[in-house]
């Protein structure tokens, strides 16, 4: 599962600036991954493509992952990932305090600009599956009107279906489309997300349950998750790389990871995600 990027983009995208825009700006960091893609681009080579022609050599399935509203050090000035669409559009933004400050997808040119940018990744890339990261980061919809607003996602997710429909259509195989949401069901329903409408309509394949940053819940209740979406979609349950405890966080050792696999095997998984290795 290949992930394309921040707010900015990890390829020469016409929708959104490229994340090597950050190294006009010097006010911004300048990492050297970030030249390294730009000079990878500039000597002819997408490694993407690359990632993906090798998948299938390899018998993997190549996916690829889109960060639906990713706010990474985004209270840090010198971050190279926050976008000019941001820092110019402040009505554009949802407006809680700290890492929750992110794009107000009640608003059309928020939406419209996304799905531009999903549409052209799907021209330019031919993946087995798309991934709509909704966990980084997990706000969509205004504090205290999710429920009032969770159609106007519902109907966007509807959209995005279109678009990889199309895809698959043109590709002349299957678009798997998986999103990624809190670890419980109440969890989602609180931020709007109706996977249940989702997942019997059709509009996702599979739903990935999983904490929001960097832990990993061992709890996951697989069998309400089945209640709620029904038999239509698989539900494979993830893991991140730390575990939180008392207020901190630490990375998780092997037998915890293991501890986990065999609680969600126990409760019927048929697969495991593990994200951000």
């Known amino acids: ?21 950050s190294l006009d700006e010097p006010e911004r960091d300048h990492l050297d991954y970030i030249r390294a893609l730009k000079a990878l681009y ?35 000035p010198k971050s190279p990932n926050i976008s000019t669409f941001w820092h110019e559009h402040p009505e554009y933004r949802l407006k809680p305090e700290g890492w929750e400050n992110g794009l107000d997808y009640t ?28 966990m980084r980061f997990r706000r969509y919809l ?25 895809a698959a259509a043109k590709r002349g195989h299957t678009i798997t489309l ?5 670890s419980k069901p109440s969890g989602s329903r609180e931020l709007g997300m109706e996977a249940d409408v989702w997942a019997k309509e059709g509009i996702v394949d599979v ?11 061992f709890d996951i209740p697989l069998a309400e998750w089945r209640t709620w979406t029904g038999d239509k979609v ?34 019927g998984a048929k697969g495991l995600y593990l994200f951000n290795f």
Request: include cysteine; charged fraction near 30%; hydrophobic fraction near 40%.
């Open 1 to 21: 599962v290949m992930n394309l990027n921040s707010q900015r983009a990890n390829f020469p995208s016409k929708t959104f600036e490229p994340i090597w825009k």
């Open 42 to 76: 500039e000597s002819g080579v997408d490694p993407y493509k690359v990632w993906i022609d090798r998948c299938r050599v390899k018998g993997i399935q190549p996916w690829i992952s889109v960060r639906m509203n990713d706010l990474h050090r985004w209270d840090e």
């Open 107 to 134: 608003l059309e040119p928020v939406r419209k600009r996304m799905l531009d940018f999903i549409t052209e990744v799907l021209n330019r890339y031919d993946p087995e599956g798309l991934e709509l990261d909704l």
């Open 142 to 166: 205004p504090i205290g009107r999710e429920k009032e607003c969770a159609p106007i996602f519902t109907a966007y997710m509807r959209e995005i279906r279109k678009v990889v429909n199309a």
């Open 178 to 182: 998986s999103v990624r949401l809190k």
């Open 207 to 217: 739903i990935v349950p999983t904490s929001p940053w960097q832990s990993f819940d």
């Open 234 to 267: 698989l539900i494979v349950p993830s893991a991140d790389e730390a575990i939180t405890e008392n207020g901190k966080r630490r990375i998780a050792t092997f037998e915890e990871y293991g501890r986990w696999a065999s609680i969600m095997h126990e409760r």
